[in-house]
């Protein structure tokens, strides 16, 4: 079975700074997705970016990319210029195809700090 | 706003009863995903549908069970609730493979 793993229960980062999420995940298939999604104090979730497997380059969103290492099966999130809207809990998540139910990582709680 | 409609956005209810969950995926969506979301277990995958039928099952009690209605609805109803299933019951559809889940604003669900 197909699993995620968050190392980081929590994080902070200093307004205007950058941190680096991780996630490593665990699978026998080699085509696959991999999304980070945010969830707000009002408990929405909320996409934030999505990786496919078979692209090598990384995805980027504005302030927000990853760091996919295929071969290490590793998926980290990287913030930029973070602002206070961005604390938030985090949650890394694989899917065996763009149809599949989603597999969540436990999640990593980040604070801001202005 | 993702376009997924959840209803009620709360419900308090007592042990032994029984709801109903509603979710309306955005339009033109097939698929429809229920989640619950709890402190102890994190996000888990009850079961899918996909234009009607059921086509993937997760962690999902006998309790509990779903449908998706012709109109692409879906409900899940938990019977015999007890203090356990207190929690965030989330809805999320998506289109095909080619596009993301996208989650409704959830449904907590208290038992007291």
């Known amino acids: 079975a197909q699993t995620v793993t968050q190392s980081q229960p929590e994080m902070s980062v200093q307004e205007a700074e950058t941190v680096t999420l991780s996630c490593t995940y665990d699978t026998s298939e080699s085509d696959y997705y991999l999304f980070w999604y945010k969830q707000p104090p009002s408990r929405q979730m909320i996409l934030v970016i999505r990786?496919?497997?078979?692209?090598?380059q990384n995805a980027t969103e504005n302030r927000f990319s990853v760091n996919f290492q295929k071969a290490a099966k590793s998926f980290s999130l990287k913030i930029s210029d973070s602002q206070l809207g961005d604390a938030a809990m985090y949650f890394c998540?694989?899917?065996?195809?763009?149809?599949?139910?989603?597999?969540f990582g436990k999640g990593t709680r980040l604070s801001v700090i202005a | 706003d993702s376009g997924v409609t959840q209803t009620p956005k709360h419900l308090i209810t007592a042990t032994g009863q029984r709801v109903t969950l509603r979710c309306s995926p955005r339009?033109?969506?097939?698929?429809v995903y229920w989640y619950q979301q709890s402190l102890d277990q994190g996000l888990q995958f009850l079961i899918q549908?996909?234009?009607?039928?059921?086509?993937a099952k997760g962690n999902i009690l006998e309790r509990f069970s779903a449908q998706q209605f012709p109109d692409l609805h879906s409900e899940l109803n938990l019977s015999s609730l007890e203090l356990g299933d207190s929690a965030l019951y989330f809805c999320?559809?998506?289109?095909?493979?080619?596009?993301?889940?996208?989650f409704g604003d959830g449904t907590r669900l208290s038992i007291l």
């Open positions: 339009s033109g969506d097939l698929s």
């Open positions: 549908y996909y234009n009607g039928e059921e086509r």
């Open positions: 999320a559809s998506s289109v095909d493979g080619t596009q993301p889940q996208h």
């Open positions: 998540a694989y899917s065996y195809s763009g149809n599949t139910p989603l597999v």
């Open positions: 990786q496919e497997a078979y692209k090598q």
